[in-house]
């Protein structure tokens, strides 16, 4: 029983290790939820985040993939869950233009399995899918919102911009209970190494605790809508307590280059970076000691890029009284100081 004798909601979370799906879980036991977190079949679960925020103990694993149907029916009719975030991705852009195919099932038809799963088993369950910015590609107009016309230039992209309007068909179609967060890059400590910020802040963290010679990254004139994550799933779960189901952008409405990214994760860990040469010969150089700290690769370009987007948060902050409190400056501090503590103590698990 939950709080007051009250049989607590059940929360279905998919990619339940990853960022999102940690905090998230943070959140709903906090809230008094029964969560349950799936994971690959035959996968070595990497609970590491979940560990970090001490929510581990508390949330039931179990195995079910989104490659088939009958799993998700048996979970959805086995669990009974109120709601259902899927947060499960192939989430590498880059990654997706090498393995299309793979990305667009788990992207596109996994969502279309997980929502036919949901009208067949459980139709009065709320479904909460993650949409992404990147379907907006080179957009047409700036700031993007909910109406801003979708036009995805990766793989990635495409399969997200499919699961986003399956979603609106199911809602329209059947009555379901499924809305679509559009959400700009959210950052934190427990995000991924693959992507740009934590490479920024894990690299330079070892480059000035003398573990590596020399960050290398890829487009430092690359601009992104950088938000926290942990105010973002607070987003996710404020949809799906609507009256109505509809979609919202989370952003917060500014852009900061990968090289300002850069150059506040490297004060916090006491580097000044100053920048010389242009393009692929720029570098960046601690001020302090001499040392070139930053290098161009462009091996880490990517083949279709996106130089800048920038989110409206309008309707989520007037629908949801959502809005994002800590900035970019602070979101890079902390993951800074994070990765600090990591090459410091050798962790190596996040």
């Known amino acids: 029983m939950g709080r007051g004798g009250l049989v607590p909601k059940t929360a279905l979370i998919t990619g339940i290790t990853g960022q999102d799906g940690a905090y998230l879980s943070k959140l709903l036991l906090a809230k008094g939820y029964r969560v349950v977190g799936t994971l690959r079949h035959g996968t070595s679960p990497n609970l590491a985040r979940l560990k970090y925020l001490d929510a581990h103990r508390d949330v039931e694993l179990i195995d079910l993939e989104l490659l088939e149907v009958t799993g998700l029916i048996r979970a959805i009719e086995k669990h009974k869950p109120d709601e259902?975030?899927?947060?499960?991705?192939?989430?590498?852009?880059?990654?997706?233009?090498?393995?299309?195919?793979?990305?667009?099932?788990?992207?596109?038809l996994g969502p279309a399995r997980l929502l036919e799963a949901v009208r067949l088993a459980k139709p009065d369950a709320r479904v909460y899918q993650a949409s992404s910015s990147e379907m907006f590609g080179i957009p047409n107009e700036s700031p993007q919102t909910e109406t801003t016309t979708l036009r995805p230039r990766s793989p990635y992209a495409v399969g997200k911009a499919a699961a986003h309007w399956l979603v609106t068909n199911y809602r329209e179609l059947h009555g379901l209970y499924a809305v679509s967060g559009i959400l700009f890059n959210h950052e934190s400590p427990l995000r991924g190494r693959q992507f740009v910020t934590r490479r920024i802040t894990l690299g330079l963290a070892e480059v000035a605790r003398?573990?590596?010679?020399?960050?290398?990254?890829?487009?430092?004139?690359?601009?992104?809508?950088?938000?926290?994550?942990?105010?973002?799933?607070?987003?996710?779960?404020?949809?799906?307590?609507?009256?109505?189901?509809?979609?919202?952008?989370?952003?917060?409405?500014?852009?900061?280059?990968?090289?300002?990214?850069?150059?506040?994760?490297?004060?916090?860990?006491?580097?000044?970076?100053?920048?010389?040469?242009?393009?692929?010969?720029?570098?960046?150089v601690d001020s302090k000691s001499g040392r070139i700290v930053v290098k161009v690769d462009p091996r880490h370009f990517r083949t279709v890029d996106i130089q800048s987007n920038v989110g409206s948060a309008k309707k989520a902050r007037e629908e949801l009284g959502w809005s994002c409190k800590i900035d970019v400056m602070q979101l890079a501090a902390a993951m800074a100081m994070a990765d600090d503590r990591r090459v410091c103590e050798n962790d190596c698990e996040i």
Not at 84 to 108: C, F, G, H, R, W
Not at 264 to 282: P, S, V, Y
């Open 84 to 108: 259902i975030y899927n947060l499960a991705a192939q989430s590498m852009v880059s990654l997706s233009a090498e393995e299309p195919i793979y990305t667009l099932d788990v992207n596109a």
């Open 210 to 284: 003398g573990k590596r010679d020399v960050l290398t990254l890829g487009n430092l004139d690359a601009r992104r809508d950088w938000g926290c994550a942990e105010e973002y799933v607070e987003g996710m779960w404020v949809m799906l307590q609507q009256e109505r189901p509809t979609d919202y952008v989370l952003a917060t409405g500014k852009t900061h280059a990968v090289r300002e990214f850069a150059e506040i994760a490297a004060r916090e860990l006491g580097l000044d970076l100053g920048w010389f040469g242009i393009g692929i010969e720029e570098i960046g």
